[in-house]
């Protein structure tokens, strides 16, 4: 897997409505790994709007994007994701809702959240071996963010300051809007997806994905959460 720069792990929809709405909407479809048309939405520029989380896919981070650490293969740390979903019951959550995260929207967990944050945070760790310590410009560029001591602790220790206690699972839509129009697209936005949004919302497997060397991420393969 050459072609991959990074990894992450992330949750993706599996195909269906919202795995479809997602595509679109962002203008990259992850597990295909090509760009998609963008909906036509009176009054929206998806293009400008989406500029920014189009090269993710839609997706809720799981393990943030790494770099390999030396001596670590690629088929090593699949086995090891594969192994590690074996261990992992599937999550049921209530549903999934269109939030402002400040200035951009994304998709949040209605209700509670735990049993996903407890997953997110066992992953980080099971697989945190497979990871390069970062370099001084991926934490000049963390640090950009004003972080917090306990962010700056999660950082030194885990490579990204929003993990563990300060995990906030959500799936981007948007980049940031000004102000005055998150309303605006969010009015927009809400009917193309109420009639996809999942409830309850199932996780039943996490993916493997893969950061092409022009920055865009690709789905690499599913793990079905088995244990």
Known sequence: MTQFKRFAVYYAPEPGPLADFGANWLGWDLAKGCAAPHPDVSGLDVTALTDVP???????????????????SFEDLSA????????????????????????????TVEGDATPLSDLAGATVAALDPFRAPLNDAEL????????SDRQEEL????????????????????????KAEVETVRQRLQPLLDPVLPQPFVIRDLCLVGEDQAGLFHLIHRYALSG
């Open 140 to 147: 000049a560029k963390r640090r950009k963010s004003r972080l």
């Open 80 to 107: 090891a994701v594969q192994a590690f979903c074996a261990t992992q019951a599937p999550v049921t959550l209530d549903g999934l809702q269109l939030t402002p995260l400040g200035r951009f929207l994304a998709l």
């Open 155 to 178: 950082l030194a220790q885990w490579g990204y300051p929003y993990v563990m206690e300060e995990f906030r699972f959500h799936l981007t839509l948007t980049g940031k809007l000004p």
């Open 54 to 72: 189009r090269k993710y896919g839609l997706h809720g981070t799981v393990k943030p994007p790494f770099r390999l650490a030396d001596g670590a």
